[in-house]
């Protein structure tokens, strides 16, 4: 017959047993949060890098390259390359991303004194992203034998644009002519909730495409 001191000692023994699925449970949560929290700081200190990263002033530029590309996204952005070619900076244009209605006829209705440089010297593609343009000027790069590369594009979008097209053409020096919009350049991107948002999305891209690029390291390099 089982005595006092046993029948306490098993007693003792299940409720052990009841606990301790719960403390394992409190512990996985305690992890859980801990680690939800260290990735939500690692991704605000990396927003905060990833502004640091995007120009906020036009630059002035020094020197010439082989070629310029623009990636379409905001009308000033072409108008901007073209400017560089009529001064020289270059001597084959990359207009990429262009949609159905964009093309050479366009651009001389709107801006006939750029007439002789789009004759002779500009080409377009219809790539559909960022990565798309990278690729894109890739090809064209190398068709043309372009060592060194003028990037026109939005301030915001340059670090994302310079990454992609960097990865495609490792060996071609890139330099960057940020476009600003009269928006953007009135006022910082903190003081308007639609730019706050525009910031952010595009460090979420950002993010992603580093993310890809590390993962699938070929993607679209060799096609």
């Avoid at 801990?34 to 995007?54: E, I, P």
Wanted: aromatic share 6%; charged share 20%.
């Amino acid at each position: 017959m089982p005595t006092t001191g046993s029948r306490t000692g098993s007693r003792s023994a299940d409720v052990a047993a009841r606990h301790r699925p719960s403390r394992l449970l409190r512990r996985l949560v305690r992890v859980t949060m801990a680690l939800c929290a260290g990735g939500a700081l690692l991704l605000a200190l990396g927003f905060f890098w990833f502004v640091s990263m995007v120009p906020t002033e036009e630059i002035k530029l020094d020197r010439n390259a082989d070629g310029i590309v623009a990636l379409t996204g905001g009308a000033s952005r072409i108008v901007d390359a073209m400017e560089l070619m009529a001064v020289k900076r270059a001597q084959r244009l990359l207009i990429s991303g262009v949609n159905r209605s964009t093309n050479a006829n366009e651009i001389l209705r709107l801006h006939p004194e750029f007439a002789t440089i789009v004759q002779c010297c500009v080409e377009f593609d219809r790539s559909l992203n960022t990565l798309g343009n990278a690729i894109e000027t890739r090809k064209w790069a190398e068709k043309r034998n372009i060592r060194s590369l003028i990037v026109v594009t939005s301030g915001y979008h340059m670090p994302r644009a310079m990454a992609e097209i960097a990865h495609q053409l490792p060996g071609v020096t890139l330099i960057a002519f940020p476009v600003f919009s009269e928006k953007l350049r009135a006022e910082p991107w903190w003081s308007n909730a639609a730019t706050a948002r525009l910031i952010l999305l595009e460090y979420l891209k950002f993010m992603f495409s580093h993310v890809r690029m590390q993962v699938n390291p070929g993607a679209g390099v060799s096609d």
